[in-house]
């Protein structure tokens, strides 16, 4: 309707209606409010540096290193909650999970169990160094200031104490894509879908799953193995560009204090080339090719 007013006003030279032209606008403003109110943010694709769409997954660790990732299903109405924790290697293969189900009255209270069930299984299975990664943002911030909050007080307090027993390890955000097995564990452990030995014989989705992901671990550690390789590559070749950029340099330097030191020689006096007579009352320095110095003599010298 705006782009025929407008129209209508460039061809036709007919009058608009400014009250007109707003109404219309709060009505269409009111319109995409109305149809974007359950948009999820989460379903926007990412973006990097350079403005490209980014994939969000699950990213591997070094070798030396295991990632913990844990999550909780929540169901307000009855209060049930349930746990998952996953252990993966570098390669994205599964060393153990568990899931535990408990009431809660509050979501952040069963992020922070689920949190700390991964630190008891560390603890259990002396995992000295790993880290511990979730999808819940605030128990993060709060876990790394070392402030509990209100509706996970006790849990959080639990956790700290938990943390100061085993300090080589960690704890990291990540979006809900990079956590989505644990997620997924848990989704499916709250409908009674998950077997006991889960983690031998997995379902189809979780066989998926695991599957997509550690290919891309795998895509990521032969990445990460090629820039080491480019960083050390260019890191050589920019030393043998200083270095072959400096010998012309120093080849002209030597040359230059040799010719001095050739010159110096050229016009230093030798014994044959001492003057007979001096008629001067100042004491005289001689310098021979062999000495630096080798006579001191306060008159005038006499050869025979």
């Not at 979006?175 to 644990?182: F, H, Q, V």
């Amino acid at each position: 309707m705006m782009n025929t007013t407008r129209n209508q006003h460039i061809f036709q030279q007919t009058k608009v209606n400014p009250e007109k032209v707003i109404i219309y606008s709060e009505h269409l403003a009111a319109e995409y409010h109305n149809a974007t109110k359950g948009f999820n943010i989460e379903n926007k694709p990412r973006a990097g540096r350079n403005g490209e769409s980014k994939r969000i997954t699950w990213r591997s660790l070094p070798y030396n290193r295991l990632k913990v990732n844990s999550d909780a299903a929540f169901h307000r109405k009855t209060g049930t909650a349930v746990s998952a924790v996953v252990i993966r290697d570098w390669q994205g293969k599964i060393i153990t999970g568990t899931t535990s189900t408990f009431r809660t009255t509050l979501a952040l209270a069963a992020e922070a169990q689920a949190y700390k069930e991964a630190l008891i299984l560390i603890k259990n299975l002396q995992i000295a160094n790993c880290i511990i990664e979730t999808d819940c943002l605030h128990l993060v911030q709060a876990i790394k200031a070392r402030m509990p909050l209100a509706e996970a007080d006790a849990i959080i307090r639990d956790i700290l104490q938990l943390l100061d027993k085993t300090p080589n390890v960690g704890a990291t955000w990540t979006p809900r894509e990079g956590n989505k097995l644990a997620y997924q564990q848990a989704a499916m452990a709250a409908g009674n879908e998950l077997r006991r030995q889960w983690t031998v014989n997995p379902p189809i989705p979780v066989k998926n799953t695991i599957k997509t992901e550690a290919g891309f671990a795998i895509l990521q550690h032969n990445q990460y193995i090629r820039n080491q390789v480019n960083e050390v590559s260019v890191s050589t070749n920019h030393q043998g560009f200083q270095i072959k950029e400096g010998l012309p340099g120093r080849v002209e330097t030597e040359t230059r204090d040799r010719q001095e030191d050739e010159g110096e020689e050229r016009f230093r006096p030798t014994a044959l080339q001492r003057p007979t007579n001096d008629t001067s009352d100042k004491p005289l320095f001689y310098y021979s090719s062999c000495t630096q110095l080798s006579v001191f003599i306060n008159s005038s010298p006499t050869y025979s």
